[in-house]
DNA sequence: CGAACAATTGAATCCTTTCAAAGGGAGTGG
DNA sequence: CCACTCCCTTTGAAAGGATTCAATTGTTCG
């Protein structure tokens, strides 16, 4: 087990020479821990999530190639995991600027990604029923992969973890979404989508930019004009 | 009705100079409208949401006095309407720094904060049943009101769009509560906490602060020590 | 091959939603 | 000032889903 101080700045530069490698299901940093460096995902898959004292975890996210976490400046706000054998690019939170130390450069591009990133989190969770649930987190991690086919990475339960289901909902809507020919099972992770538009339609609404162009008008639109 | 345009840069400094006054209910901007400038909430509630094809509607957050809203940097994500009557500060996104434009200061530390935002409306989620959830909005309410009483300035409909439940759910949890003596009801919005041990344990974990330490510990800890 | 773990599936229960109707404030007009 | 209306909220009953409990199947790894 490859271990890993967050906050350890002796032997880190502004951009880490080499790659952090880390194996399956390790932690990278915990909540409460004192922010000293954020990382970007170079392959692999990375969770981020809470743990309620009630038991429950929270996934908040999972985090693929090119995907930066743990940009928090005081102390992290949730705890940072490898889903898979992984390999990380590690920067510092902030460097010498003159006398004072602010946030390194690209931190501020980053920090957008993982706020649009967040956003995408409670978007999920705006639909109603399991099916819509599964169905949208497939399609989001499609987007996220090459071609039609998909690898789920990640167990069910978080899966679940991350939907606000339970892990057995989970399986059950898998099975069903597979049932109903909207995509198709190859062993336990491997997903092909056989019907994008059912897939959507399952998710409950038109995907990501449907959310855009709302044929429900908020309220005072169009805009009064001049 | 006031009425004003997120991107008009023209009349605006880094800092415009008097509050922006709007009364309840109005439009602020729109999402997808290019975003020119972000706000500070000098007094009322402030709400974004995003409207969903299905029709549905998602509040992301409510914002009061002295929260940041809008610092999306290309187009705004999210539209954003006032729950009640409400003076702003408006800040424009971008200023001129020699040739280039970048990110007004303080933008930074708003966009953490925001982003913190975003991170407890994603916790609110985490809780299973209504009771749940609305003991939790109700704690995290009263932690930006003063003295025990609070007042819930938004409407069932709201609340119940930012908990993802139904109104009635919300309706009859909130009666419920005041049932289990949790909480005291003076008219439809005025809330005074009367256990808030109880409504915690109602919220189905110790609050913030509990899910830092965690009694079913994260993979990997406490970490190996070199 | 067997053990341990992950995933699937079934049945009963509990909870939220849905459909429907009644109650209560705020504002308007008589 | 009162009555009326409108809208928000509350509440009831039935229906639909997700969870829970329990058991089985399937995979991976020693």
Redesign the pocket.
Known sequence: LITLYPCDDSDVRVTAPSPLRLEKDSPIYHEGDPAGCWYEVVSGVVRTCRYLANGQRHLTAFYYADDAFGLDLGCYQETAETVTDVLLRRHTTRVNVGTERRPSPGRDDMLEKAWEKARQSIFLFGH??????VAAFILAVSERSEAAGLE?L???????DHL?????????????L??RKLIA?H???SVRILDVEGLRIAAGDADRGADRLSPSAPIGCPWPTA
């Open positions: 109603k029923t399991a099916a819509n649930r789920l990640m167990s069910r339960s978080d899966i679940a606000n289901l339970t892990l057995h909902t989970v399986s059950r809507t898998i099975s069903e597979a049932r099972l062993g336990r992770q």
